[in-house]
């Protein structure tokens, strides 16, 4: 009973692993998307007002792509 308790709680961590890459990239081109853009983002601006260091951003857009 222990050895199929283990295999499904793998299977759940692999699982939810996979559901967090499919929500934090884009289906299509399978680069980043805003939502993972976000969480990078909070966590650099955090520790760059911790640290008392400037922070650049720079934003494109990039018509019919």
């Known amino acids: 009973m ?3 308790f283990n295999e499904m709680t793998a299977s759940i ?3 939810k ?4 890459q499919l929500s934090n ?3 299509l081109t399978g680069i980043a998307n ?3 853009f976000g969480e990078h983002f ?3 601006w955090l520790v ?8 650049s951003l720079l934003f ?3 018509d019919y792509f």
Not at 17 to 20: A, I, R, V, Y
Not at 48 to 55: D, V
Request: aromatic letters at 0%; one cysteine or more; proline letters at 3%.
């Open 2 to 4: 222990m050895h199929v």
């Open 13 to 15: 961590q692999e699982n």
């Open 17 to 20: 692993q996979l559901l967090k």
């Open 25 to 27: 990239t884009d289906g």
């Open 34 to 36: 805003r939502r993972l």
């Open 42 to 44: 909070r966590e650099t």
């Open 48 to 55: 760059c007002l911790r640290e008392s260091k400037p922070i």
């Open 60 to 62: 494109i857009d990039i």
